[in-house]
């Protein structure tokens, strides 16, 4: 066994311990001696982590005999003859490496992790019942059944495969999790592919902040309110530039177009948080992408990159894959579970996703009737549809819940208040037959009738083809609300505030081979304020966007080169904003007026080395504690970072700059420099020593989590390392310890045919934590390097070095 391997198998002999301090929920099925085995226990998963049993083997579902070969980094590479066969090896090959992911994400989403880890996930199990994705995959099912959908198809396709794998297992060769956690993987079921990407969906748009903004409301003045969250951000460049509107003014009616601001609000309940494993949308979560055009690149062809912004974790959320069949060619990253390519490249185009941020969640209160499973709806009552669910328990018995659902959707009950949401989550999606189709498109226009059936998360899709095109658009759907818009908390006692469409293909936001000769998206606003339609409320600002267009306009011809440096470009907007702010300051003590010079000097950059960063983010975060102090800020949401320039620019004696716990009042200036003294305070001392403690790689680091973000996995945890960038850097760092950034960066030219192509995620294609493919990308990751990826035609082709397995699927043995 290799001396890591031997390390983490006495890790996990100390599991036992863990899971009794920490109360890590386990079945009853967990026995710690079966795993300390010599012979079939962790020493046996340990041995087995890069071995595969076979070289051939008999898949009868198939119709034709499939090639695996899996190259250096032990990414499969799969030729058939069809696609069908294709999938079902896709299925069968995912499972082998990934086999926990499949299971546990559909597990969390569908609420169902009790009944495998026990009552300390009840809580989970009914925040994801209540919010309706099971209720809602459900639906969806059997829509794509009565639809004849070839949805339905490709995850039957995909299942058989990973269902043939799983059937073969004996209990001990299941993966690493189950063994330690005391449960058997199940085969999987078609509603677990549909909650695969509901729960993509739920990362991306579900938000419970409406509540927060309904109490701001009632809290300030219309004004005054509209003043610190406005709809619109003021520091961002959007997607579809000025010069590239393209929507039309019959769209601009006062039915589709609302204010943000209603203060005819009824009472309203709770709205839960998310789940701690899995946070929901957070502002600025969802990437980077930007392309240059033939005239703009050093190569003559375009150019793509791409980074998707998501929480990271071991195994990794993206797993890569090649499929080649006669009529698709597709290499790409997929998410274990869904049967489909998700950002690939083809040898004629490739694509890469931002999220678009919009707002495509909405909550309603409820009036209710006396029976309390009625509520009023223009003033007539109308029956709730009531559903007795059961949550089973490892190890107990069975908890009984109750749950609601209007015409809106679920309905959530705190005391005698009702909130209902109304989610795209909760509608039909054809995502994965758009997603199907983009993989089998030849050219831009066949890509672009893809993107017709891409309903939800909606996505900055940014594509690039070897023809020459470039294109972007915003996709996917954004309801037209009725009435009222999504700002807060809305009146669910009228039906006109029900949404009544989605925001028409073409009228969505997009550009096709610009004049400027490049696109980019960096979750900003995809439009400025013209847009007829209501995209969401209180965007913030969009620093990255800012950065990435200075960059793109400031050569006329970019290289691949170019574009991996701007994926670790950590150069900070904000500090180019606020750090000017500080040249009037005086009558410092000398520690503060250090500290000033030092930030003044600063060149803005993020790296592990410099000591400017913690000074910096010490000086913003003050600031912003200090003007917004106020509990009705503290309590809810406070205003974006230009909204604080703004005052300090344009209204020094705000009443926002008197401090709470003071008794002068204070202005503009007079907050600006108790700012730098509290920075002094803190850093002064060392400042003056030389500064080496504050570099910026002590304070700001990035850990690795596992998958289900346990401590009492801490073993199969990676980092914390030091980590370059901040909030809103291309490379991006949003807190202190950060565990979400890029979780895979691409870019790819289109020079060469096939393209060539670079690619890496921070983990490794495996999901044993004894593989060395496990986390064997996380240098390269780190260092900001690449991997080349392989585009082989043939099996022969590609090229494995010292990993060699070779798997040929048959139809029947005989």
Do not use: C
């Not at 219309?222 to 520091?235: T, V």
């Not at 010490?618 to 320039?645: G, N, Q, Y």
Request: no cysteine; proline share 6%; hydrophobic share 35%.
């Amino acid at each position: 066994m290799t001396g890591k391997a031997g390390r983490l198998l006495r890790s996990a002999s100390g599991l036992t311990v863990l899971f009794i301090l920490l109360k890590l929920p386990v079945s009853g099925g967990f026995v710690v001696g079966d795993l300390l085995d010599p012979v079939n226990g962790l020493y046996r998963t340990a041995l087995r982590a890069d071995r595969f049993d076979f070289e051939e083997l008999s898949i009868p579902a198939l119709s034709d005999v499939v090639q695996v070969v899996r190259d250096s980094r032990g990414v499969p590479h799969i030729f058939a003859e069809n696609d069908r066969d294709a999938l079902i090896a896709f299925g069968y090959v995912v499972a082998q490496d990934r086999l926990f992911q499949m299971d546990f994400i559909p597990r969390s989403a569908s609420g169902r992790l009790s009944e495998v880890l026990g009552s300390g996930a009840l809580s989970t199990d009914r925040f994801f019942r209540r919010i309706g994705f099971t209720w809602a995959a459900k639906k969806n099912i059997e829509w794509l059944k009565s639809t004849g959908s070839i949805q339905m198809d490709l995850i039957d396709w995909y299942q058989t495969g990973a269902n043939a794998y799983i059937s073969s297992l004996r209990p001990e060769d299941d993966p690493f999790e189950f063994r330690v956690s005391g449960y058997r993987p199940s085969l999987l079921e078609p509603v677990d592919a549909i909650l695969v990407l509901q729960y993509m969906t739920y990362d991306l748009t579900y938000r419970g902040d409406d509540a927060h903004y309904s109490a701001l409301m009632e809290g300030l003045d219309e004004e005054e309110y509209n003043r610190l969250f406005p709809q619109f951000s003021r520091y961002f460049v959007p997607i579809i530039p000025p010069e590239e509107e393209h929507w039309t003014s019959t769209a601009n009616d006062d039915s589709l177009l609302r204010s943000q601001r209603v203060v005819d609000r009824l009472s309203f309940g709770f709205i839960p948080e998310p789940e701690t494993f899995a946070e929901g949308y957070r502002t600025g979560k969802g990437s980077n992408n930007w392309a240059v055009g033939a005239g703009r690149s050093a190569t003559g062809y375009p150019i793509l990159a791409g980074d998707m912004h998501l929480s990271l974790s071991l195994p990794a959320i993206w797993y890569e894959a090649h499929l080649v069949t006669p009529t698709m060619n597709v290499y790409g990253v997929t998410i274990p579970g869904t049967p489909a390519i998700v950002e690939g490249i083809t040898p004629t185009t490739a694509w890469v996703y931002t999220n678009t941020g919009s707002d495509q969640i909405d909550y309603y209160a409820l009036r209710l009737g006396d029976d309390r499973k009625s509520y009023f709806i223009d003033d007539r009552l109308e029956a709730m549809d009531v559903l007795i669910d059961t949550i089973r328990i490892a190890g107990m018995d069975d908890v009984i819940d109750t749950l609601y659902y209007s015409r809106f959707g679920p309905v959530l009950f705190d005391g005698d208040n009702a909130t209902a949401i109304r989610w795209v989550a909760h509608d039909t999606s054809r995502t994965l037959e758009s997603i199907w189709k983009m993989g089998h498109a030849s050219n831009y226009d066949e890509f672009e009738d893809a993107l017709r059936y891409w309903d939800s998360p909606m996505q900055n899709i940014l594509f690039a083809g070897r023809s020459g095109t470039i294109a972007i658009r915003s996709t996917g759907y954004m309801p037209v609300r009725g009435g009222e818009s999504g700002a807060g908390v809305l009146d669910g006692s009228r039906s006109a505030n029900e949404w009544i469409a989605r925001v028409p293909f073409e009228e969505l936001p997009h550009s096709i081979l610009p004049e400027r000769g490049y696109l980019t998206s960096t979750n900003q606003q995809p439009a400025a304020e013209g847009y007829p339609y209501y995209l969401g409320h209180d965007w913030r600002d969009a620093y990255r966007s800012i950065r990435i267009d200075e960059l793109l306009s400031g050569k006329s011809r970019h290289s691949v080169a170019d574009l991996k440096s701007y994926q670790a470009d950590v150069h900070a907007v904000q500090a180019d904003l606020f750090v000017p702010v500080l040249q009037g300051i005086d009558e410092l003590s000398e520690r503060a007026g250090r500290v000033r010079r030092v930030l003044i000097s600063w060149d803005r950059e993020t790296h592990v080395d410099q000591k400017e960063p913690i000074l910096f983010h010490e000086f913003l975060s003050t600031l912003k504690r200090f003007v917004w102090d106020e509990t009705i800020f503290t309590e809810h949401v406070i205003p974006a970072d230009s909204r604080t320039l703004t005052l300090i620019l344009d209204k020094p004696e705000s009443r926002w700059f008197d401090r709470v716990s003071t008794p002068e009042t204070e202005t503009a200036e007079d907050i600006l420099r108790m700012t730098l003294e509290h920075v002094a305070e803190k850093y002064g001392d060392e400042l003056e020593r030389g500064g080496d403690s504050l570099r910026w790689g002590e304070h700001h680091q990035l850990v690795i989590r596992h998958l289900t973000r346990s401590t009492a996995l801490r073993a199969l945890w990676r980092g914390p390392y030091p980590f370059p960038g901040y909030r809103q850097t291309l490379s991006p760092g949003d807190n202190m310890m950060t565990t979400s950034s890029a979780s895979w960066r691409v870019v790819v030219d289109f020079s060469t045919n096939p393209p060539t192509a670079f690619g890496v995620y921070p983990g490794g294609q495996s999901g044993n934590p004894f593989s060395r493919r496990y986390d064997d990308q996380v240098t390269t990751y780190l260092n900001f390097d690449y991997n080349a990826l392989q585009f082989p035609a043939v099996p022969e082709e590609v090229e494995t070095g010292d990993f060699s397995h070779h798997l040929t699927l048959i139809p029947d043995k005989g």
